[in-house]
């Protein structure tokens, strides 16, 4: 094959069928390079084709940049034929003037070129200078696909569109009509299956809202046994602290009685002191008394001796 960026004509290995797009025919060799010279008409004749110009550098990595922008609408339509209008009109804003039909053929040149590379150099970059910025749109369609695959309420019809547009970048879309009948015929398929998804998330929510009845009342019967235990743990302490109280009342009272006893004994004692001490203090008196009336007498009887 010739490189992407010189020659405007890409002859592929195996010369495929011509195929009719549109009332005219697309010559499969005369796909080339520069996706122009493929989008062409049998009634334009040869002549128009070798007047489209040659797809540069700068230009072809405008519109893959292009194209990246508009990677999450193609997944999501087959009718693309808007969008390569508007891709078309993209290129003119940025100063080239390109066909819708010309940007087709030539995302189709690119894609081939990329798979035709990463199939047989997958560490040679030279034959696909453009392979990074390919790279990374297929990668992020590739997570695309992943997330509708994981997505059980997404059409199967889509998920296989996702699956095939790399080989679908090769061939022409097929008619709206046809299209639409098929969109039509795959959702009356699909309506079983989401009658049978809804059933299904229906009873994993009846399910999901018995769950959580039965741990709510669980839960409820764990808070009203522990409220129980709480009474019961506050009766038991009230009890108790009756009890102690009604203890330490007796101990006081006995501890008062005990005083009071003492208080009267030491009454009985002081007062058995002052009884004796007041006999002694008499005791005294009259021994003093007999004592000066003892001495009065002797001096009596010596006075009366000496007269």
Known sequence: MSSLLGDGIVIPLQQPPAIAVGGG?????????????????????RRKEERIPQWGFHETKEFIAIRAEFEREFTQTKRNKTLWELIAGRMKDKGFRRSADQCK?????????????????????????????????????????????????RPKKRLKKLKG?????????????????????????????QHHHQEQQQQQQHQLQQQIQSRASSMQEVLEEFFQQQQRNEEQWRVSLE????????????????????????????????????????????????????????????IRDDC
């Not at 025919?25 to 004749?45: T, Y």
């Open 25 to 45: 025919i697309l010559d499969g060799g005369g796909g080339g390079g520069g996706g122009g010279g493929g989008a062409a008409m049998m009634r334009g004749g």
């Open 105 to 153: 053929c030539k995302w189709k040149n690119l894609v081939n070129r990329y798979k035709g590379k990463e199939i047989s150099e997958p560490d040679n970059g030279r034959q696909c200078p453009f392979y990074e910025e390919l790279d990374a749109i297929f990668k992020e369609r590739s997570k695309s696909m992943l997330m509708l695959e994981s997505d059980g309420l």
């Open 165 to 193: 547009l790399l080989s679908d970048e090769e061939t022409d879309d097929e008619d709206d009509d046809e299209e639409s009948d098929d969109d039509n015929r795959n959702l009356q398929q699909l309506q079983p299956f």
């Open 243 to 302: 009890q102690r109280e009604m203890e330490r009342r007796a101990r006081e009272h006995e501890w008062r009685e005990c005083m009071e006893k003492l208080e009267q004994e030491r009454a009985l004692r002081e007062q058995a002191w002052w009884e004796r001490e007041e006999q002694r203090r008499l005791r005294d008196e009259v021994r003093s008394r007999k004592r000066d009336e003892l001495v009065e007498a002797v001096l009596r009887k010596v």
